[in-house]
Nanobody, 128 residues
Framework: QVQLVESGGGSVQAGGSLRLSCAAS????????MGWFRQVPGKEREGVAV??????????YYSDSVKGRFTISRDNAKNTLYLQMNSLKPEDTAMYYC???????????????????WGQGTQVTVSS
């Protein structure tokens, strides 16, 4: 059973930084997508940053709204995915979710539809 547990959310002023963590357990595949999504009330959950993890170096994908400000990374020894968020803006305020996919190939890695495992979410609030 795959379990994803997020941590690291909180409140910060605009321009500040936060780092989210996602501790993963139960995942045995050598090639998989894992990433961060966010959602505000009344809107669809959107992909923020996704990592393809495999034995060939993988790849990373970012939404245009966070490119250059957010960085996704993974510590394989700790089975933990991170999202370093810098230069935060009030529009980054949302519930952030960690997610993992079962499919070996995703046509749209930033689309939530490819992901079957989800964490419980961690709130990020950015004040102006």
């Amino acid at each position: 059973q795959v379990q994803l547990v997020e941590s690291g959310g909180g409140s910060v002023q605009a321009g500040g930084s936060l780092r989210l963590s996602c501790a993963a357990s139960g995942y045995t595949s050598s090639r998989y997508y894992m990433g961060w999504f966010r959602q505000v009330p009344g809107k669809e959950r959107e992909g923020v940053a996704v990592a393809l993890i495999d034995t060939y170096g993988g790849n990373t994908y970012y939404s245009d709204s966070v490119k250059g400000r957010f960085t996704i990374s993974r510590d394989n020894a700790k089975n933990t995915l991170y999202l370093q968020m810098n230069s935060l803006k009030p529009e980054d305020t949302a519930m952030y979710y960690c997610a993992a996919a079962r499919a070996l190939v995703l046509e749209q890695p930033l689309s939530r539809h490819g992901y079957v495992y989800w964490g419980q979410g961690t709130q990020v609030t950015v004040s102006s």
